[in-house]
């Protein structure tokens, strides 16, 4: 079956599912299904594996193109053949991880605090909406501004707003160089360190805390690298890369937990926090993953002093809110996006909010 084709498929199950007033979960490669709310029944799915491939690279422009379905491992492969990378950095949580579904979670590596987040390297999408509308928004390069921002709230909406059909990114290339250095020392010590280096004029593109060490990862050019490791102190760290992997995609020891775990949102600067449980400090301390048995609205309360934000990575108790509650303002502007792009509320019904 053509692409062309798996298209019209998914068009014509939106168009009977509005007809029908049934609602769809779209579903990718299912590397990422325990993130947010479940489906709620009688929801039936949607695939969008099937649509899958690169339609346009030319590394020389630093812009790929590919439909929704494409593997994730597939685009970085063939970007890092022309030395290139996606610099958000995106966790796969899976082999069968689709860039749609990477771009509707929206979530970021290490290297977001210091390169950017998903959505800042979203051109431009295709998408198919809740009435069964093809719309694009976008392009393919970044003065073509017509739809920019709105492409990029497609960005962690999970989608609740549309199936992404085909998604232009920006690429960047790959550092020539780089090096992870480490030192023991204090959680205290550590988040001032981690916060100060964002000030600096180091080629830092990562850093994190975990069991008592302070980790920091320099790339770029191998002149640059080889002068900021003679400002930072620490020891090399030998096979880094599988670390920073290992962070990236929840497999270090930390995350070899079955208590609730919470994604912590902070200036990066903020002391520790007064919390029961194990803590990991990524994004040069501005996200924290914390395992602890408190409830959340004491955790949320504890947090919210420090002017952070709480959502429930896994694990979470059934009618808890999993992401952080809106205020009344922007609950208002959720709902009014939704009724925009999916009137009939038929996309991923609940998957965030119980009332988007």
Known sequence: MSTADIGE????????????????????GGSKVFLGNPAPLPALPVETSAHHGIVEYDPRELVLTARGGTPLLHIESVLAEAGQMLAFEPPHFGNSATLGGTLACGLSGPRRPYSGAARDFMLGCRLLNGRGEIVRFGGQVMKNVAGYDISRLMVGAYGTLGILLDISLKVLPRPADSI???????????????????????????ACYSNELCYVRLSGSIQAVKEARTKIPGDIVPEAAAFWQALREHTLPFFH????????????????????????????????????????ATIRRQVAQAGGQVSVFRGGAAGTDLFQPLPAPLLAIHQRLKASFDPAHIFNRGRIYSNL
């Open 9 to 28: 498929l998914l068009q014509q199950q939106v168009l009977d599912a509005l007809r029908n007033n049934t609602p769809l979960n779209i579903c990718g």
């Open 180 to 206: 992870t250095v480490a030192r023991k020392c204090g959680e205290a010590e550590a988040i001032a360190d981690m916060s100060a280096l964002l000030s600096k004029p180091y080629p830092v593109d990562a």
């Open 257 to 296: 937990n079955n208590s609730p775990l919470y994604r912590i949102m902070v200036k990066p600067a903020t002391p520790p926090l007064p919390l029961n449980g194990s803590c990991l400090h990524d994004w040069g301390g501005a996200l924290r993953w914390l395992y602890s048995h408190e409830d959340v």
